[in-house]
T-cell receptor
Framework: GAVVSQHPSWVICKSGTSVKIECRSL??????MFWYRQFPKQSLMLMAT?????????EQGVEKDKFLINHASLTLSTLTVTSAHPEDSSFYIC?????????????FGPGTRLTVL | AQKVTQAQTEISVVEKEDVTLDCVYE???????LFWYKQPPSGELVFLIR??????QNEISGRYSWNFQKSTSSFNFTITASQVVDSAVYLC??????????FGKGTKLSVKP
């Protein structure tokens, strides 16, 4: 149980295009989903926290108009990188929390590698 | 704010050696969780352990063991008799206030045959 999927697992796009990444909790309801970003040889940094049905909370320095997050249901959150540029190339990974579990426990998706040419 | 330091950037050992990965954290919370994850080259995170700050007992799981010292804010991870398959980046992460995790920069472990 507690499986989180991400799609696509990797994507290559041209500069200026938008890319949507999906994060799904397959066998549980995700009350909260997190989006992290990891640059090469760096740690995972939290980008935003999203709760189902409400606006995402972005971390300082993360442009909310560039990284659009939608958490429309208890099993799906999407991250859209708008007008992607090469500096957005990174590893994006989502995680999901559910109620009734230890506060910080979360289940991670396998990640999405984004390369912007 | 929570903060975590993994001072060892890279460690290289020969198979069957024991290796300890250090983790020092900062938190203002009186109750908190601590986690360790393994990140192989594929990038996905493999959960290793969750520890509640109330529980200061050390834990052993097979070749893995963890030493939690609340007084020094450390949560070190030891692999006994290391194997090549243990090669990965290991991430220590205290829990954040929003339910998220605060990740350290990780320690890259290379186990050579």
């Amino acid at each position: 149980g507690a499986v989180v999927s991400q799609h696509p697992s990797w994507v290559i796009c041209k500069s200026g295009t938008s890319v949507k990444i999906e994060c799904r909790s397959l066998d549980f309801q995700a009350t909260t989903m997190f989006w992290y970003r990891q640059f090469p040889k760096q740690s995972l940094m939290l980008m935003a926290t999203s709760n189902e049905g409400s606006k995402a909370t972005y971390e300082q320095g993360v442009e909310k108009d560039k990284f659009l997050i939608n958490h429309a249901s208890l099993t799906l959150s999407t991250l859209t990188v708008t007008s992607a540029h090469p500096e957005d190339s990174s590893f994006y990974i989502c995680s999901a929390r559910t109620s009734g579990r230890p506060y910080n426990e979360q289940f991670f998706g396998p990640g999405t590698r984004l390369t912007v040419l | 704010a929570q903060k975590v330091t993994q001072a060892q950037t890279e460690i290289s050992v020969v198979e069957k050696e024991d290796v300890t990965l250090d983790c020092v954290y900062e938190t203002r919370d009186t109750t908190y969780y601590l986690f360790w994850y393994k990140q192989p080259p594929s990038g996905e995170l493999v959960f290793l352990i969750r520890r509640n700050s109330f529980d200061e007992q050390n834990e052993i799981s097979g070749r893995y063991s963890w030493n939690f010292q609340k007084s020094t804010s450390s949560f070190n991870f030891t692999i006994t008799a290391s194997q090549v398959v243990d090669s990965a980046v290991y991430l220590c992460a205290p829990g954040g206030s929003q339910g998220n995790l605060i990740f350290g920069k990780g320690t890259k472990l290379s186990v050579k045959p």
